[in-house]
């Protein structure tokens, strides 16, 4: 069998990441320095990223990320849909934390309406987003210690993702694709059971911190991989869009949960937790501080919704806004109530309007500022809908934090920003 | 339910309402039009002024860039409108500040010189839209395959695609 030249065209071949690396800005052909391609197929990189490598030794001299391998035209998806019919298309733009893009979302659509929402319906939202942020902190702390090498993480990790999955589950019908907010308020009432097992899950959580903690946190080759690699400064962070832990990690004391609150967190009581080194150690040691603040949260929103008013026949408050030409009717009264049938089938067939006008809404989604620009021009489909995610900001900063650190910590570097290329692709 | 009528549009009404808002300080000059609607401040400015408005901004304690993005209004001229998102991490505020462009000259100075976080935004809205940011450090399409042809988020390309 005759050998393997660039002729031969693997894709990316040799000559396609010279010539990459040479459009990125990067020398690339120095007489030190050789160009490596890293991704998209590599585990380390979460997804498909790419990049473009140019290194001296063992040393990054320059890097140049290569995106888009998974853009699915979301945005452009939207402008073809109703508003309601845009809340499923939310979910896979950032896979771990779809709850928090449907908050992001349906908080937008409800500005331009001037849509109030029932006091039950924001606090099971919180709950249901401090449960996704656990969730999504998991899924990097179990891939984050595995690229550094510490694969038993992982199985501990995804023991309590089950967990969380189940609670989705339970409200949702689905486990990673939930669509379960809707504008005006949510789906469907939580099935028998759900508080108790959410309880459950809050009260076992401290303990399996706990667990991990013990794991990673005095293990010296963690720390010795950790600690000092891949860091950034406040001014760096502010300069390069990085938001939500990394930039907490900076020694930026920045919550848009706490800043600029929305769905009711200014009634949460809880900490910011803020790191002043800026490394992947800070990073790491940041998040697992906000999965215990989450836990605090969660157990906040459920005494809440525990001393709700009940109705006069007993049933707790409604999870919908009173709005029947934007919110579906509930099955019964579709059946039984000539207006609701009606209402119900002009929503499904023709959508609602929304005034024309534009707005955007942030959320502090679990790897940052999540934010959802929508432009209406007063018709039932989106003109405009826009989404600014963490993960593309701190993309940026990635070339500032490995730039003359060793390759392996490169890896390391990935792990701590907790980049999700769904949403960065789009 | 939304009012419209709570709406303030116009630069004097606006500029007046909000006389204390540092980012209408820092831009009693440039600003050419200005909105306050949803409790969201929009100003417009012209098209050569946004990086010196970027800067005003930025000296009035508007410290951190969001987002860019762009609006097309086809077949309206001017076609384009770019929306800045910019906050405050003191003031806890944001504004949007906006620079609408005909489609015989879309093109916009970069305000990569202010904020290096606008560099992926600015290529987005470049590949996506097909609007020149001038001084851009590496204006290359970034969603897209090189050869790609057409900006898929113009209104006259269909959401299929061509085929």
């Not at chain 1, 949960?257 to 949460?268: A, H, I, K, L, V």
């Amino acid at each position: 069998m005759a050998p393997i030249t660039a002729s031969d065209r693997i894709t990316p071949g040799v000559e396609d990441v010279i010539a990459d690396a040479k459009r990125h800005g990067n020398a690339g052909t120095g007489e030190h320095s050789m160009v490596l391609n890293m991704g998209p197929q590599h585990p380390s990189t979460h997804g498909v990223l790419r990049m473009v490598l140019e290194l001296d030794g063992e040393i990054v001299v320059s890097l140049a990320p290569d995106i888009g391998y998974l853009h699915t035209g979301i945005e452009k998806t939207c402008e073809a849909k109703f508003y309601q019919q845009v809340v499923p298309l939310t979910d896979r733009v950032d896979y771990l934390c779809p709850m928090t893009n449907n908050l992001a979302y349906c908080l937008a659509v409800e500005k331009l309406l001037g849509l109030e929402i029932p006091e039950r319906a924001q606090l099971l939202r919180v709950l249901l987003n401090e449960i996704t942020r656990i969730e999504s902190h998991l899924v990097w702390l179990g891939t984050h210690a595995m690229d550094i090498g510490a694969l038993t993480m992982f199985l501990y990790c995804w023991r309590e993702r089950e967990a969380t999955m189940r609670i989705f589950e339970a409200v949702s019908g689905q486990r990673m694709m939930t669509s379960y907010f809707r504008i005006g308020g949510l789906a469907l009432e939580p099935p028998m059971g759900f508080f108790e097992t959410v309880q459950t899950f809050l009260d076992t959580m401290p303990a399996h911190i706990d667990q991990y903690e013990g794991l990673l946190t005095g293990n010296p080759i963690w720390m010795g991989r950790l600690k000092g690699v891949g860091t950034l400064t406040a001014a760096q962070a502010i300069a390069l869009g990085v938001t939500g832990p990394p930039l907490r990690a900076s020694g930026v004391d920045w919550d848009l949960r706490r800043d600029m609150p929305y769905s009711g967190y200014e009634r949460f009581k809880f900490d910011v937790p803020v790191s002043n080194d800026g490394d992947v150690w800070a990073r790491y040691v940041v998040r697992m501080l906000e999965m215990r603040e989450s836990v605090k949260i969660c157990h906040q929103a459920m005494q809440m919704l525990e001393g709700l008013p009940r109705g006069a026949d007993g049933k707790p408050g409604p999870i919908v806004a009173d709005a029947p030409k934007i919110v579906l009717p509930n099955r019964e009264k579709m059946k039984t109530e000539m207006e609701a049938l009606i209402h119900h089938f002009k929503i499904v067939t023709e959508g609602f309007a929304v005034p024309a006008g534009e707005v955007y809404q942030a959320v502090e989604s679990p790897r940052g500022e999540m934010g959802y620009y929508v432009v209406s021009d007063g018709t039932a489909k989106p003109y405009r809908v826009h989404m600014r995610n963490p993960s593309f900001a701190t993309l940026q900063a990635l070339e500032t934090m490995c730039k003359g650190r060793l390759l392996a910590d490169v890896v390391a570097v990935i792990g701590s920003i907790d980049i999700v290329l769904g949403e960065i692709d789009r | 339910m939304y009012d419209p009528a709570s709406a303030l549009t116009g630069k004097t009404f606006v500029f007046e309402a909000m006389a204390e808002n540092p980012a209408v300080v820092a831009l009693s000059e440039l600003a050419t039009d200005a909105k306050f609607d949803r409790d969201e401040l929009t100003i417009t400015v012209a098209r050569e002024s946004i990086v010196a408005a970027c800067e005003a901004v930025k000296a009035a304690g508007y410290n951190f860039f969001e987002t860019v993005t762009a609006v097309d209004w086809f077949p309206q001229e001017p076609r384009f409108q770019l929306s800045y998102h910019i906050l405050s991490h003191s003031l806890k505020q944001r504004i949007r500040l906006r620079v609408m462009l005909h489609s015989t000259a879309a093109s916009v100075p970069s305000i990569t010189s202010v904020w290096p976080a606008a560099n992926f935004y600015e290529r987005e809205v470049f590949d996506l839209f097909g609007i020149d940011f001038a001084g851009h450090p590496r204006l290359t399409r970034i969603m897209m395959p090189e050869n790609w042809e057409g900006h898929p988020l113009r209104k006259d390309y269909p959401v299929e695609g061509y085929r």
